[in-house]
């Protein structure tokens, strides 16, 4: 996907803020952040949005959640409490047509919003 901006992060076209590399995956600091800490994990391999993910995707899916639980004690807030989060399509609130898992913390969480 040559317009998509996570794959120019991925091939190293962009340069992020990045936290972690693995085989699999890229996280790295939210440009635009919502919380003190906002990072974003993303799959190496382009993936549109979760409508298009497939049972054979589900360990990937799994490695993101672990990255982002690895994150978080990285950034010394897993005991202090942390939110994982992923949007599907513009109603859902995605922006970037990449999937990616948003790792918010630093912040009150409450819900409902407001």
Avoid: S
Avoid at 73 to 88: D, K, P, S, T
Avoid at 91 to 110: K, N, S
């Amino acid at each position: 996907m040559t317009d998509c901006l996570f794959c120019k992060m991925v091939q190293g076209e962009i340069k992020p803020d990045t936290v972690m590399e693995t085989e699999d995956l890229i996280a790295f600091r939210d440009l635009h952040p919502q919380a003190p800490t906002h990072i974003l994990v993303v799959p190496r391999r382009h993936i549109r949005t979760l409508n298009d993910l497939t049972p054979a995707d589900a360990g990937l899916l799994g490695k993101m959640v672990l990255a982002g639980q690895q994150i978080a004690r990285q950034e010394g807030i897993a005991e202090a409490g942390y939110r994982l989060v992923m949007n599907c399509n513009q109603g859902g609130g995605q922006t970037v047509f990449h999937i990616h898992l948003h790792l918010l913390g630093r912040r009150l969480m409450t819900w409902p919003p407001g």
